[in-house]
């Protein structure tokens, strides 16, 4: 089945902690992207990848990191976690190209305290 | 300025009728695609329906249609037959071609649909 997964689905943290979300697709997508979601604001992207070793920033980068080593992986790194970042996360991947919809993973509701 | 704008934060509609879900976009690529998305209350994301910039029809999938009008660089979409699980927050997108924001995949802020019997 094709689909995006993500881990974990829930997260509660503490401030400071580091943490990783990981995110894999089995469409041999080139294009990942990561999401928050915040109520009012929709969907605002954080990081997204075009291809292997090809990262760039969205909209709201700040405090986290991603690399993409392989195709299928785009793990979100959060090095030190905040309140601010109390959100949920959505990975996607899609074919590269205007015209491909994206698939999303369930989500990762994360909790900082 | 926003790249996607969705003026209606909330839209009721009584089940069997027609609602129209407003979109508009800024953008000055003459090519780009724009998308809508559901999100029912489980939160899983739902692609509905995707129009090109440069189709001459308007999108159309089962229930959905897209309204497209270019010139005031609007993406209406148009659920006909509304029914109790249309109830969901609904996302425009829009991806651009060129340039820096190649790849980028920008959201409105979403239109809660509430559909009653």
């Known amino acids: 089945e094709a689909q995006v997964t993500q881990n974990p689905r829930y997260l509660i943290t503490v401030t400071g902690k580091k943490l990783t979300v990981t995110c894999s697709q089995n469409m041999n997508h080139e294009y990942m992207s990561w999401y928050r979601q915040d109520p009012g604001l929709g969907l605002r992207q954080i990081y997204y990848?075009?291809?292997?070793?090809?990262?760039d920033k969205g909209d709201v980068p700040e405090g986290y990191k991603v690399s993409r080593k392989e195709k299928r992986n785009f793990p979100l790194i959060l090095e030190s976690p905040s309140p601010n970042q109390t959100s949920l996360y959505f990975c996607a991947s899609s074919k590269q190209g205007i015209h491909y919809e994206q698939y999303f993973g369930p989500g990762t509701r994360l909790t900082v305290t | 300025a926003q790249k996607i704008t969705q003026t209606q934060p909330g839209m009721f509609v009584q089940e069997k009728e027609a609602v129209t879900l407003d979109c508009t976009y800024d953008t000055s690529d003459p090519s780009y695609g724009l998308f809508w998305y559901k999100q029912p209350s489980s939160g899983e994301m739902i692609f509905l329906i995707y129009q090109g910039s440069y189709d001459q029809q308007n999108a159309t999938e089962g229930r959905y249609s897209l309204n497209f009008q270019k010139a005031r660089k609007s993406a209406n979409l148009v659920i006909s037959a509304s029914q109790l699980g249309d109830s969901a927050m609904y996302f425009c997108?829009?991806?651009?071609?060129?340039?820096?924001?190649?790849?980028?995949?920008?959201f409105g802020r979403g239109t809660q649909l509430t559909v009653w019997p």
């Open positions: 990848s075009m291809n292997v070793e090809v990262t």
């Open positions: 997108a829009m991806r651009e071609y060129r340039g820096s924001t190649l790849g980028r995949l920008y």
